[in-house]
């Protein structure tokens, strides 16, 4: 098989992999060839529509585990093939100079010993820092069950490192993926965010930069959404969990897509897609607008509802905030109002230091008016009567706000959460 036929295999079978960024790193310019910033970089775009600036390709799609949701699992009748080292690093620096790409993602199928698979990520990450002296972006996947020696001597080439966890339950992990170990992938992440920490601490101290920072963009992790029962509320106080004990920058969520036939998977219509972006929102009150796991659902709420914004749903829950006077709230209070974001919050505390905020000056400070006047007061004095409860759920709707994101951006019963953090 020629480059190009392996190229676009292997490019295919990384689509499904979601956790994978283009920005976040602080490794400064090598004095070699590119460099990974902190800020965005020029985005490119796959054929199933994600935006990425990497090339984005499996070492090899061969794989050992039989996972019931991957398209690369041992018993799935696809072509198969592998990339050795150097012809990934031509990939890389040709795309590179052709302006295709900022950097590498490099994921592997399980093809032997994870120690080897893990060697073989590390020297292609190896060759591109020390040989062709390449200070763009890399991101390499961990493979859970490999030494901690070699996740260490990853995380000194690459910006990002992900160990892809997939499912939010031991039991689901156990009954769709039995070859996987949830205990393997979760020593995997704690002791990558060990070392992070490590780093940061060394760099503190030390001179900065004065030694190589370890995974400077910190870990990321995948989760599967619709292939097994588990509920909103198992997903997001995993996230949390996630979060707050394992120093994860990102968790990723990728709505199940029906590649194979399995008694065991779901028979979906289409991906839940939906469900999808719920969560995706319901992370970014986690990461940014100060939200717990438990206030998102609570223990009488299985799923984020389809209609409704997760922070909106909150609302609705505890009138009793609201309303949320901006010329006293505290910036957490406005972080809690429908339609006010990080920065129109920002831009709230700021602008009031200097002058009284009048109603008619927040769309103009990035508020969405159209949601956060239900539950915004001036001075005491509420910007709207909020109508009764069904009326206002209808009015803070995905049909009525028509698409407006500036508030931010299942089963009977679900296993509840089986991994230790201990």
Request: charged share 25%; hydrophobic share 40%; with cysteine.
């Amino acid at each position: 098989m020629d480059l190009g036929d392996k190229l676009e295999l292997l490019a295919a079978s990384a689509r499904y992999d979601a956790s994978c960024a283009s920005s976040g790193s602080s490794r400064r310019p090598s004095g070699g060839l590119g460099a990974g910033s902190p800020a965005g970089v020029c985005h490119s775009w796959t054929g199933d529509g994600r935006c990425v600036s990497l090339l984005k390709v499996l070492y090899s799609n061969s794989c050992r585990k039989d996972c019931a949701y991957c398209a690369n699992r041992s018993s799935a009748d696809v072509p198969r093939a592998s990339f050795v080292p150097e012809e990934l690093v031509r990939l890389t620096i040709s795309f590179y100079k052709r302006n295709y790409i900022e950097g590498l993602f490099l994921s592997s199928g399980v093809f032997a010993d994870p120690d080897i698979v893990m060697e073989r990520l590390i020297d292609v990450a190896r060759i591109l820092r020390q040989r062709e002296r390449f200070g763009g972006y890399i991101h390499l996947k961990a493979i859970p069950g490999c030494g901690d020696a070699l996740l260490r001597k990853a995380g000194l080439y690459a910006d990002r490192l992900s160990a892809n966890i997939e499912l939010p339950t031991a039991s689901s992990l156990a009954r769709l993926a039995p070859e996987k170990s949830g205990a393997e992938i979760l020593g995997a992440m704690r002791f990558m965010g060990q070392a992070e920490a490590e780093s940061r601490e060394d760099s503190r101290r030390a001179q900065r930069y004065a030694a190589p920072r370890f995974a400077p963009a910190g870990q990321s992790t995948q989760l599967v959404i619709g292939a097994s029962p588990d509920d909103d509320r198992t997903i997001i106080r995993l996230a949390g969990a996630l979060y707050g004990r394992l120093g994860l920058r990102r968790v990723y969520y990728s709505a199940f897509v029906p590649v194979s036939s399995d008694p065991r998977l779901p028979l979906l219509r289409s991906p839940p897609l939906v469900r999808e972006h719920r969560l995706y929102q319901a992370d970014w009150l986690l990461r940014f607008y100060g939200f717990k796991a438990e206030e998102i659902l609570g223990e009488s709420e299985a799923n984020l509802p389809s209609d409704l914004d997760p922070k909106s749903a909150w609302a609705l829950r505890h009138p009793e905030f609201f309303p949320v006077d901006i010329a006293t709230a505290e910036y957490s209070e406005l972080l809690r109002v429908p339609g006010v974001g990080v920065t129109g919050a920002g831009r709230i505390i700021s602008t009031r230091r200097a002058r009284r905020i009048k109603p008619e000056d927040l769309p103009k400070l990035g508020i969405a008016l159209k949601r956060a006047k239900w539950f915004l007061a001036s001075n005491g004095r509420p910007l709207e009567a909020a109508p009764e409860l069904d009326r206002l759920k209808l009015l803070l709707s995905d049909a009525s706000c028509d698409g407006d994101s500036a508030s931010i951006r299942a089963p009977e019963s679900a296993p509840q959460l089986e991994f230790s953090f201990a």
